[in-house]
């Protein structure tokens, strides 16, 4: 456990020092950036440690991961993220332990994640995750709606009993015109952005960048950094 302590503290302040040398390139302050550690398929023990380190925004995928290990650290306090596709029948469990749903990208699932929420007497924050490579009507290879879909759903999040719309979320795309374009991905997800909070002033959240991409969404100005194998490490194949 001391090892693995180690290995994470370290790896925990080269993703800092990431994040404070990308903040001091775009002209920011290193506080305007919250760094969320994506913990899927690691361990509980792991999380512990973490918040040891002073972690305490955290995010998982998949909800079979994501349900024992946040019942495992509930006496820690934690803010959880839900980062993955999630479907309907799924919505109840991740409504108990998330605080933030970043995947939102239907109507259908908005109707759902209210009826959750008020049943647990809980309010859950959500993103709008935008889909770059989805044409109007679809959705994207990665979840996510397309962008001229974003003020509905976000109206339908707003009414919504039980929910907070926070902001944007975005998967820098792997096909379609931003492919291998981290940097203007996340510079049209701030434009979308910067037209929400046109009509939605309180949904100042864009979570965008992961491992790879980090300095290019601090640079467009995301406020939020999903960040997994530079922190834990490269994760064990599944299966």
């Known amino acids: 456990m001391t090892d693995r302590r180690a290995q994470l503290a ?19 302050k290193r506080e305007e950036v919250t760094l969320i550690v994506v913990t899927k398929t690691y361990p509980a023990s792991d ?18 991961d994501a349900a024992p290990k946040a ?86 999040v707003e009414a919504a009993e039980g929910l907070r719309l926070d902001g944007l979320m975005t998967v820098a795309p792997l096909a379609g015109p931003y492919a291998g374009r981290q940097r203007a991905a996340f510079d049209r997800l701030m434009e979308f952005s910067s037209r929400l909070r046109g009509n939605h002033p309180a949904a100042n959240m864009v979570s965008a960048g992961m491992s790879a991409d980090l300095e290019d969404a601090v640079a467009a100005g995301a406020t939020h950094v999903r960040v997994g194998t530079a922190v834990l490490g490269v994760r064990p194949r599944l299966g």
Request: glycine content about 8%; charged content about 25%; some cysteine.
């Open 71 to 156: 019942e495992a650290c509930a006496d820690l306090s934690l803010t959880w993220h839900f980062v993955g596709q999630l479907q309907t029948n799924k919505v109840r469990s991740v409504a108990g332990y998330a605080d933030v749903v970043q995947s939102v990208d239907r109507v259908k699932l908005v109707t759902a994640l209210s009826g959750a929420a008020v049943r647990g007497e809980r309010e859950l924050g959500c993103l709008i995750q935008v889909a770059l490579d989805a044409e109007s009507g679809e959705r994207g290879d990665r979840g996510g709606v397309a962008p001229d879909a974003i003020e509905e759903l976000a109206a339908s």
């Open 47 to 64: 999380v512990r440690i973490l918040h040891e380190l002073g972690v305490r925004q955290v995010a998982e995928n998949r909800d079979q």
């Open 10 to 28: 370290a790896n925990l302040a080269q993703v800092e020092e990431r994040i404070a040398s990308a903040c001091a390139s775009a002209g920011r």
